[in-house]
């Protein structure tokens, strides 16, 4: 017998984010949609996969043995797909890249020499974007391959895979702020001070704001805005190192910081790269942040 792929992705989208409606949202669906495609699931498979017996759907002793098999095939299928567009030889006419600011310049750099030299013929659209919104950019196909802060989940339908660097993260403020000149400082101190943060963040429930909040949607207007003296602010090392010179930024000694921040490069399944986005994700797993 054959499921539906949307079926068997709405049953493991379902497991991962606990409801129906959730996994509407995640699959850009309705809940009446998700919630068929499992019905017509549980049909053919001959029994229950969850309980709704409760507010939240809970796997059934049978959902739980089959959820396995269910990521198999779906991880088999996504497979399939990458070997056929490898296959196929076909090189993209263009290829988007959205990144975070917490790539090294260097790496940047290097990977656009490597990419030139590889694929002269192919426009490179580079993006930049942060947490959430690098996702939402894969999942509209409006970028092929995307680096982000590592996360511990992704929706279903994006492919991501723990790049071999991983990037640091400080504390910063101005020269002229009152907190430049402060020793040994404490996490819950910083929140008497305007805090300049991604704006992902502020719309995320586990990032709420115990201060005054200025945002941005990258790290490098955050930088900006921190030059300027309008708050403390974490941000990558590098992009300090590389846009702060003129008018240098100070590290604050906040316990725990600065910090080592792994990152993943993602990508659509349901679109995966082709032979240049392909190269680009390979290259960047055998990457390292210089010293």
Not at 71 to 100: K, N, Y
Not at 129 to 137: F, K
């Amino acid at each position: 017998m054959r499921y539906s792929p949307e079926a068997l992705t709405a049953f493991v989208e379902t497991v991962s984010c606990g409801s129906f409606s959730a996994a509407a949202r995640r699959l850009r669906k309705s809940q009446s949609t998700v919630s068929t495609a499992i019905a017509h699931l549980e049909a053919d498979l001959g029994f229950l996969l969850f309980d709704r017996s409760s507010r939240q759907p809970v796997l059934t002793e049978e959902g739980k043995r089959v959820l396995g098999y269910v990521q198999a095939i779906l991880t088999a299928s996504e497979r399939l797909d990458e070997v056929a567009l490898s296959l196929c030889g076909e090189t993209e006419a263009r290829l988007t890249f959205v990144l975070s600011d917490t790539l090294h310049p260097d790496v940047l750099e290097e990977l656009m020499v490597q990419f030139d030299q590889q694929f002269p013929h192919t426009e490179f659209e580079c993006l930049i974007g942060e947490d959430v919104d690098v996702i939402d950019l894969l999942q509209k196909e409006r970028a092929q391959v995307g680096l982000i802060e590592a996360r511990d989940r992704y929706p279903t339908d994006i492919g991501a895979t723990r790049l071999p660097m991983q990037t640091w993260m400080g504390i910063y403020a101005a020269t002229s702020h009152p907190l430049a000149s402060q020793q040994q400082l404490q996490w819950d101190q910083l929140h008497t001070w305007r805090e300049l943060r991604l704006n992902t963040y502020i719309e995320s429930e586990n990032h709420v704001a115990r201060g005054p909040v200025w945002s941005a949607p990258n790290y490098l207007l955050l930088l900006s805005m921190a030059v300027q003296g309008f708050g403390w602010c974490a941000l990558p090392c590098a992009l300090v190192e590389e846009f702060a010179a003129e008018k240098p930024l100070v590290q604050l000694d906040v316990a725990g910081w600065p910090k080592a921040i792994s990152i993943d490069l993602l990508w659509n399944k349901k679109s995966p790269p082709g032979v240049a986005g392909s190269w680009l994700r390979y290259h960047l797993q055998q990457g390292r942040v210089p010293e």
